[in-house]
């Protein structure tokens, strides 16, 4: 069973960065794709940044790209998500996902999920 562990968030002024982590255990599920969601209250989950570990291609969401940074550590099985520039409507809470089996931002179609970690951003 894969298991995905984020850290790194809380809470930061408009204008300021957060980096997250993630770190992927167990399983030997491919771990090829990589991604982040997020879930702001009241509102479905949305995908925000994913990566094809094996050859460090990313897709980013029209609403972070140029802000948000996604990268991957082999030797560390750890997933990062570098946030700059924040606003107050990135306030979500962060989901880190592995095992893309369909669109890559379709929720249904990731496999593993980690169980969230709130990153609150305020003006």
């Known amino acids: 069973q894969v298991q995905l562990v984020e850290s790194g968030g809380g809470s930061v002024q408009a204008g300021g960065s957060l980096r997250l982590s993630c770190v992927a255990s167990?399983?030997?599920?491919?771990?090829?794709?990589m991604g982040w969601f997020r879930e702001a209250p009241g509102k479905e989950r949305e995908g925000v940044a994913a990566?094809?570990?094996?050859?460090?291609?990313?897709v980013y969401a029209d609403s972070v790209k140029g802000r948000f940074t996604i990268s991957h550590d082999g030797s560390k099985n750890t997933l990062y998500l570098q946030m700059n520039s924040l606003k107050p409507e990135d306030t979500a809470m962060y989901y880190c996902?592995?095992?893309?089996?369909?669109?890559?931002?379709?929720?249904?179609?990731?496999?593993?999920w980690g169980q969230g970690i709130q990153v609150t951003v305020s003006s």
């Open positions: 996902a592995a095992d893309l089996r369909g669109l890559v931002w379709v929720v249904d179609s990731w496999t593993y």
């Open positions: 990566l094809v570990t094996t050859s460090g291609v990313t």
């Open positions: 167990g399983g030997a599920v491919s771990r090829r794709w």
